[in-house]
Nanobody
Framework: QVQLAESGGGLVQAGDSLTLSCAQTGRAFSTPALGWFRQAPGKEREFVAAMTWSSAPAYSNTYYSNSAKGRFTISRDNAKKMVYLQMNDLKPEDTAVYYC????????????????WGQGTQVTVSS
């Protein structure tokens, strides 16, 4: 059973940076795509960023939402089974619970491919 555990959330001010981490444990798929989603209060969960697996990291495909492009960077450490989300220039509208997710098909191009989810970590950005 694949398990995902996020960490790194917190309360920051607008303009600050924050890095989220997600660890895979259990019987994890060896080569899943990994991604980040978020859900703000009263809103549906939305895609933030995703990254496919590749034995050569330079050949991984990355995907970003329009709101994340230019401010957020997804990265992964395959040996450690970790995925990260570096978030810069945070805005109050980035306030949400951020979820890590795994796509065993390693496609990542559609949110429906992500079938395993973590419990989430809260990010709050004050103005």
């Amino acid at each position: 059973q694949v398990q995902l555990a996020e960490s790194g959330g917190g309360l920051v001010q607008a303009g600050d940076s924050l890095t989220l981490s997600c660890a895979q444990t259990g019987r994890a798929f060896s080569t899943p795509a990994l991604g980040w989603f978020r859900q703000a209060p009263g809103k549906e969960r939305e895609f933030v960023a995703a990254m496919t697996w590749s034995s050569a990291p330079a050949y991984s495909n990355t995907y970003y939402s329009n709101s994340a492009k230019g401010r957020f960077t997804i990265s992964r450490d395959n040996a450690k089974k970790m995925v990260y989300l570096q978030m810069n220039d945070l805005k109050p509208e980035d306030t949400a619970v951020y979820y890590c997710a795994s796509d065993p098909t390693n496609r990542a191009s559609n949110p429906t491919y992500f079938v395993t989810w973590g419990q989430g970590t809260q990010v709050t950005v004050s103005s």
